[in-house]
Structures are given as structure tokens and as C-alpha cells.
């Protein structure tokens, strides 16, 4: 049957000259057009759940010194493959509840399939390898740790993901070798192997046989589960007492509950017979292990595990000020010590000789920010070839530089004339509070953009269709309620601490860590909070904006003129230069190593990506960007035109 097809298409291509298929449409759940909101709701909730879980079971597994066990090792790689697993999915199919062409690139459906099969196979071979831990310690306790020593434990961690990876790549190269040249609609929400296979018109017996030595491996893993689990029931069934039974089973039951749910769904999912095959009850059973049982995992092992119960326990008794502490301070107040009330901001003192220089440098680039950044926005708003989803994320972005700027720069300039240079606590907090957002906010706005450049130059067929208003009126509002949130959190948790020592603040604004700095309160919580939402905004943006680079990089240059390679190239060189700047700036702010750390070179870098590059913005972007030149010429005609008018 497969040769027949492969022979009919060759007869419709005749010499090799079969059509690719640029884009695939996801059918998804839109057969259920009535129920698209609340199925929206119910995965955003499953997907926050997912991450939320997962996020606290790897953060209390690093921090608890009593998780530092072989088990919780694997669990800490199992949280992150489930969160990856629904991450590959669910952001796509929520996104598609809410677009009208629901369609996904060639190259990333290839991309999504890849990483798919990379986290499902990882998770298979870490529920393997949790249960030979569990056979270890229930078989042979006397020699667990010797058997499970570290080393061992890395190899076999690295060794499922080096697999994975490598299985996950075979079918990707494989895949990528096929044509699809006929219907191009996956009755699927994602891109799996096997939907994409179905629409496929090329020959399939290599890719055939590679699947069913896949699925041979699989189902060898899932039987090396069970003969593991027989043994250990029968090591269980051999201890006398009923509690001794009872504590060492409950050891393994979450586990074994984990295991079932996966490897069960998997199953009802990919190997049923053909004959029983139902469309509604596959559609459910692969909803359950790409998106209900990795946000279950977590939950599962923290309602079922004592361990991390008490972990969790200790990690928030430690988080919270200690009663001591509290009695401690109001003994403080009562010998007159008092809480700090105002900040002194050091800024520029060390430098009083420059100091109407830098006045007046600070005071240009403002008012150029200012300059630029108005005259984007008219441009944007009143210019009618600029009604496009690139400008309009460029307004967001210009509305932000200036806020980002306004926020820092004209106290800054007041503290050049200002002998105290103080700020009051609540001035400090809310500065700090409007930073956060707007610099949370401009990550997510580039990443935007790139995503928006991605869609232009590798799918320009179906740019409008895909960067449709209301998706773009979704995406910055989500920019702006995901960096407002964030900001609050900090906001919130940095209200809590208090200030009774030394009150400068050697920065020139109040930022988050040189406040944090200052506290004589417990500031861990702060700190993983830090760690995990800046981890989040930061890997998140910074792979959407390396992802998209290099796919339309890939693109342009398989482009064959060198004109074309040159034109696409220019409509996302200065997004380019303001992402490279933005980031590499930010970069060397917060993320170098302590060792290289210098004060003079902090100072010159934090100026850069508050001050300089909020006002270069603008002008990157005209100088460098015929239509947002040619929408000013056509402002300022149409201004004299109307002077002249006047005049007459």
C-alpha cells in the first residue's frame, strides 16, 4: 500500500519534483468550537499546576539536604522532563484555541516532534531507572549506597538523556527526509510521529521499522518495570510483620502510581489494535500522559511521601521569620534603634569633579529618550502603512523605554544637586516595584518581536492569518500582566524585610539585589524567588528569541539570491541590534561571576541597558527602517501641508 501511494505521486511529480508542504494545520479539539473557552481554561490551569508542582518539588529537592538521596535525584530529573513535556504541547495548543488558521510551521512541527520524543522517551527510561533504585533499596539494603552511589547515579541520568536525545534525533532526521505533498491537516493537538507519518508521500518502511524497534525497546523498558516491581512485591510479601510490610511498600506506592498512569495511557494510546480505535478515547488517553500526568507527578509524590511533606514543612518554617527575631527586634526598638524610614542612593558621589558633565549627559539622553520614543508612537498610532503586528509590538516596546527610563533617570538628575540623596522607603519600594515591570516587560516584548520576525520570514504565506490583531492584542497584554505579577511578587516579599542597619545603597537606583543587600532579615525565600522567576523570564525569552534566530537564519539563507537573502535579513536587523544590546548589557549587569565583578564596570553597564539603549531604540529602529522613514516624511508633509493651508 505504501509503494502504491509513493508510485501515485510519483506520477503526479513526475523527475523528483514533489511539492513540500510548508505548513501543517493542527485539527486539535476544533470539533468542539462551543466548548473552546472552558477546554482553554481547563489546560491553562493543568499547565500552571504543572509548573507550579514541579517547580517546588525540583527547588525542595536542591535546597533539603535531607532529599539528597538517589530517589529524589531521579524524581528532581523527572519534574523537569514533565515540565518540559507539557511545555513542548500546551502553550501551542492554547494558542490555537484562539487562532482562526491554527497552523504550524514545517520546521516547527519537526522541532516540536523532536522535543517531544525526547522528553516522553527520557521519562520512560527515569521511571526505569526509579524502579531499579526502588528494587536496591527494598532487595538489597544493606549495600544501597554503595550500589547507588553519585557517580553511578549521574551515568544513568546522563545516560537516559544522552538516549533520548539520540533516539529522539534518529526519527527527526528520518522524518525530515520524507515529502509531504498532499493534505496537509494533522488530526492531532501536537505533531506526533505517527499523524505526521499518515500525511506523508513518501516511501515509509525505513521510518516503519525504526518505530517498531522503538516501540520493542519501550515495551522491553515497561517489562523490565514489571519483572522489577514482581521481585519487589515478593521481597514485601517475605517480611513478617504487617507495618514493616506497610512502611517498606509505601516507599515504592508512588512510584508504582506514577507508572501505571504513564506507561498505561501510553499504551491505550499507541498500541491498541487498530480494530478497537476510537478518535474521542485516543484523543483523551493522550491528553492524559502529555498533560494530566505530568502535572499529577508531583503532586502524587508530595501527598504520598512523608519525606517531602516534611521537607516542604522545613523549607517554609525556614523561610518564616523566626518568633526570636521578631522579639529580637522589638527589644531593638525599644534601646531606640529605629527601622530604617529612607534610603541614601551613592550614585555618582565618588565622582563630584564630573558632576555637571554627567548631569548634563543623563539629562540629553533623557530628553532624547523622550524625543525618540514620542515620535515612534505618533508614527505607530497615526500612520496608517504602520498598522502592523511588528509596529505594533514596537509601540509597546517604545512605551516602555520611556517608562523604564522616566523611572530611574529624573531622580537620578535631582541627586546630582542634592546634598541628603535620599529616598524615602515607600519611594524606593515603588521604584524598584516599576522597574521590575518595565524591564520584565521589555524581555517579553523582544521576544515577541522575534517571534513576530520568525512568523514573517519562515512562514510569510500565513503571516496575517497567524499574527492576527486579537493574538497580538493577547500576547501584550499577557507581556504586561506577566511582568506586572512578577514585579509584584518581589514587591511583596520585599515589604516583608526589614531595614535597621546601614542604609546606602551603593547603585543609582533601587534595585532589587543591592536592597536586598541592606536587610538583617531572613532573605532565602527572596533569593529562590529570584532564582526561579528570574530563571523562567530569562530562559523562556532568551530561547524564543534564540529559537526564532535561528530558524529564520536557516531560512534566509536558503534563500538563492542574494538580493532576497539581503531584504529578508533587513526586516530584523534592528530588532537584531536592540536584543543584542538589551541582553548582552543585562547580561553583563547580573550574570557575570563574582570574580571579574568591578564596581566601574557594573556602574557603565547598568547605564547602558537603563539609560542608552532605551533611547537608541527609536533611532535604531528609523535609521535603519525605510518604512518608519518614509512614515515620517509623509507626517511631516501632510504637517506643512496644513501650515500652508492656514497661511493661504
Known amino acids: 500500500m505504501v509503494f502504491q501511494r509513493f508510485a501515485y505521486f510519483r506520477t ?55 532529599l539528597k538521596t538517589p530517589m529524589y535525584f531521579f524524581l528532581c530529573n523527572l519534574s523537569f522532563a ?69 557517580k ?46 499518515k500525511l506523508s508521500c513518501s516511501e515509509l518502511f525505513t521510518n516503519e521499522i525504526v518505530i517498531f524497534i522503538d516501540v520493542a525497546i519501550v515495551g522491553c523498558v515497561a517489562f523490565l518495570c514489571i519483572l522489577i516491581y514482581i521481585r519487589i512485591l515478593i521481597a514485601i510479601l517475605g517480611i513478617q510483620s504487617s507495618e514493616g510490610r506497610c512502611k517498606v511498600f509505601s516507599t515504592c506506592s508512588s512510584h508504582l502510581v506514577v507508572l501505571t498512569l504513564f506507561f498505561g495511557s501510553a499504551y491505550f494510546t499507541y498500541l491498541q489494535p487498530s480494530s478497537s ?65 529612607s534610603f541614601i542612593l551613592f550614585g555618582m558621589s565618588d565622582l563630584p569633579e564630573h558632576r555637571i558633565l554627567l548631569f548634563l549627559a543623563f539629562l540629553v539622553l533623557y530628553l532624547l529618550n523622550l524625543l525618540g520614543n514620542i515620535v515612534m508612537i505618533t508614527l505607530i ?19 516602555a523605554d520611556m517608562c523604564l527610563a ?72 499577557g507581556c504586561w500582566t506577566v511582568a506586572y505579577l512578577n514585579s509584584l511578587l518581589h514587591t511583596l516579599l520585599m515589604s516583608q524585610l526589614s531595614f535597621c542597619g546601614p542604609n546606602t545603597i551603593d547603585h543609582l537606583f533601587c534595585d532589587l539585589l543591592p536592597l536586598l543587600k541592606l536587610s538583617c532579615s531572613d532573605i532565602s525565600t527572596n533569593e529562590i524567588v529570584i532564582f526561579i522567576a528570574g530563571g523562567i523570564v530569562g530562559c523562556s525569552t532568551f530561547l524564543c528569541i534564540l529559537i526564532s534566530y535561528i530558524c529564520i537564519f536557516i531560512t534566509i539563507l536558503s534563500i538563492r539570491s542574494s538580493e532576497g537573502r539581503r531584504k529578508a535579513f533587513s526586516t530584523c536587523s534592528s530588532h537584531l541590534i536592540v536584543v543584542t544590546l538589551y541582553f548582552g548589557s543585562a547580561y553583563f549587569t547580573y550574570l557575570q ?12 553597564m547598568t547605564v547602558m541597558y537603563t539609560v542608552v539603549t532605551p533611547m537608541l531604540n ?8 525605510n518604512d518608519v522613514k518614509g512614515a515620517l516624511r509623509r507626517i511631516i508633509a501632510r504637517r506643512l501641508i496644513s501650515v500652508q493651508t492656514c497661511i493661504t
Open 277 to 341: 480505535y476510537i478518535h474521542e478515547r485516543n484523543r483523551i488517553m493522550t491528553v492524559i500522559y502529555t498533560v494530566v500526568t505530568p502535572m499529577l507527578n508531583p503532586f502524587i509524590y508530595s501527598l504520598r511521601n512523608n519525606d517531602v511533606k516534611e521537607a516542604l514543612r522545613r523549607t517554609i518554617g525556614r523561610r518564616l521569620i523566626p518568633v526570636q527575631t521578631c522579639i529580637y527586634y522589638l527589644k531593638m526598638r525599644t534601646k531606640n534603634h529605629t527601622i530604617v524610614t
Open 82 to 150: 514533565d515540565m518540559c513535556l507539557a511545555t513542548v504541547n500546551v502553550p501551542n495548543l492554547l494558542a490555537n484555541f484562539f487562532s482562526k488558521s491554527k497552523t504550524i510551521s514545517y520546521s516547527g512541527c519537526i522541532a516540536q516532534m523532536h522535543f517531544f520524543f525526547t522528553t516522553g522517551i527520557a521519562e520512560c527510561f527515569l521511571l526505569s531507572a526509579m524502579a531499579y533504585d526502588r528494587y536496591v533499596a527494598i532487595c538489597n539494603p544493606l549495600h544501597y549506597t554503595l550500589v547507588m552511589n553519585r
Open 618 to 625: 527609536p533611532y535604531i529602529y528609523s535609521l535603519r527602517n
Open 593 to 604: 561571576p563574582s570574580s571579574s565583578y568591578t564596581h566601574e564596570r557594573n556602574r557603565v
Open 406 to 477: 522616566t523611572v530611574n533617570v529624573p531622580n537620578l538628575l535631582a541627586n546630582f544637586f542634592s546634598k541628603s540623596k535620599t529616598i524615602s522607603y515607600s519611594g524606593c519600594i515603588a521604584q524598584m516595584h516599576f522597574f521590575l515591570i518595565t524591564g520584565i516587560a521589555e524581555c517579553f516584548l523582544l521576544s515577541a518581536m522575534a517571534y513576530d520576525r520568525y512568523v514573517a520570514i519562515c512562514n510569510p504565506l500565513h503571516y496575517t492569518l497567524v499574527m492576527n490583531r486579537k493574538l497580538c492584542n493577547l500576547i501584550a497584554a
Open 12 to 66: 503526479i511529480y513526475p523527475n523528483n519534483k514533489l511539492q513540500n508542504v510548508t505548513s501543517f494545520i493542527l485539527f486539535g479539539m476544533s470539533d468542539l468550537p462551543e466548548h473552546q473557552i472552558l477546554l482553554f481554561l481547563i489546560f491553562l490551569i493543568l499547565y500552571l499546576l504543572n509548573l507550579l508542582g514541579n517547580i517546588v518539588m525540583i527547588t525542595l529537592i536542591v535546597i533539603d539536604p535531607q
Open 152 to 197: 553511578l547515579c549521574n551515568l544513568i541520568a546522563a545516560g537516559t538523556w544522552t538516549v533520548a536525545y539520540l533516539h529522539s534525533l534518529l526519527h527527526t532526521l528520518l522524518m525530515s527526509q520524507l515529502f509531504f505533498c498532499g493534505p496537509n491537516t494533522i488530526d492531532h493537538f501536537f505533531c506526533d510521529i505517527i499523524p505526521l507519518l
Open 381 to 399: 498610532v497615526n500612520d496608517a502603512q504602520l498598522k502592523t503586528p511588528m509596529y505594533f509590538f514596537l509601540c509597546n516596546l517604545s512605551f
